[in-house]
């Protein structure tokens, strides 16, 4: 039987120490997971591995020449927020029942929002141009925006108007047998190009309103507005008036050539259609810039 060896002292000591190593570097290890957990990078939009992004509201408001205007109050009933990124249309918003403000989620970098708000029938958005089937008042704008951690939560939009609107007021004294107002112009923009804020998708069709029977035995007292979408720059048009039966039927037509049209301008035209003349009388709206006024 062999008898027990004397323990080393010098073994122990080592033993311990390199149990003591281990537990230590066991230790960092978990001191410095945690440390690196808690200098995440916090922000005030969401993070994520592969992509970061900030929501940012935008509140809005409408410019005219002499006016300034919440959306609601402006009549608007459409709201789009078009995002660009390099170029590129990377997504698209529409708003129908709160115009007050928009909401966009956007990932780090730089885009260009183009925003626009109507009231036009029947809009239809193909990429980034807006047609509608009977345009009527409308806003734009474009905003660059670098997206960062530091970018405001809210930011602030004034949209312009870029609606132009024709008036038409018969001289003639208007009898019972004239049931509709028939306006027909050469050119007319019933789509807008929402990275310019330009007018496009040319047509050519007839506008037409009916003449309410309070108005008969008047002269030059029957505004007809109409509303289209228009370049930046000042056009031109030629525009047939017709005073027409219930059934359609011409009682008098006149074309009217060089039309001017403008951005935020009435263009106010009025004369004769029939023959029989008639004394005119015009009225300005305070909300739009001064209006054109003719006479044929």
């Not at 929501?55 to 608007?76: H, N």
């Not at 905003?143 to 008036?167: G, K």
């Amino acid at each position: 039987m062999c008898a027990p060896q004397p323990l080393n002292i010098l073994t122990i000591k080592n033993k311990m120490t390199m149990k003591k190593s281990v537990m230590t570097a066991l230790a960092a290890a978990l001191m410095l997971a945690a440390c690196e957990k808690n200098e995440e990078p916090v922000t005030a939009g969401v993070v994520t591995d592969e992509w970061q992004e900030q929501k940012v509201t935008f509140t809005f408001g409408g410019d005219g020449a002499r006016t300034r205007a919440s959306l609601p109050e402006l009549g608007m009933t459409d709201l789009w927020a078009f995002d660009y990124v390099g170029g590129e249309l990377t997504g698209t918003v529409h708003v129908t029942d709160d115009l007050s403000a928009v909401t966009l989620s956007l990932g780090y970098g730089e885009h260009r929002l183009c925003f626009v708000a109507s009231r036009g029938t029947g809009p239809s958005v193909d990429g980034g141009v807006i047609t509608w089937e009977k345009p009527s008042d409308t806003f734009w704008a474009t905003l660059a925006i670098d997206v960062q951690p530091s970018v405001p939560a809210s930011r602030e939009v004034v949209l312009r108007r870029v609606a132009t609107r024709l008036r038409i007021i018969p001289a003639d004294k208007l009898a019972k047998d004239m049931a509709k107002l028939v306006v027909t112009p050469s050119v007319w923009y019933y789509g807008l190009d929402v990275q310019t804020g330009e007018g496009c998708s040319l047509q050519q069709q007839a506008r037409e309103v009916s003449i309410p029977s309070s108005y008969v035995g008047t002269s030059g007292k029957l505004p007809a507005t109409f509303f289209g979408l228009s370049p930046s720059d000042d056009w031109q048009t030629d525009v047939t008036v017709t005073l027409c039966k219930a059934d359609g039927t011409s009682l008098g037509s006149v074309t009217v050539e060089g039309v001017r049209m403008q951005q935020n301008v009435t263009s106010v035209y009025s004369g004769g259609v029939t023959g029989r003349g008639g004394i005119m009388s015009v009225s300005a709206d305070d909300a739009w810039g001064a209006d054109d006024v003719h006479e044929w």
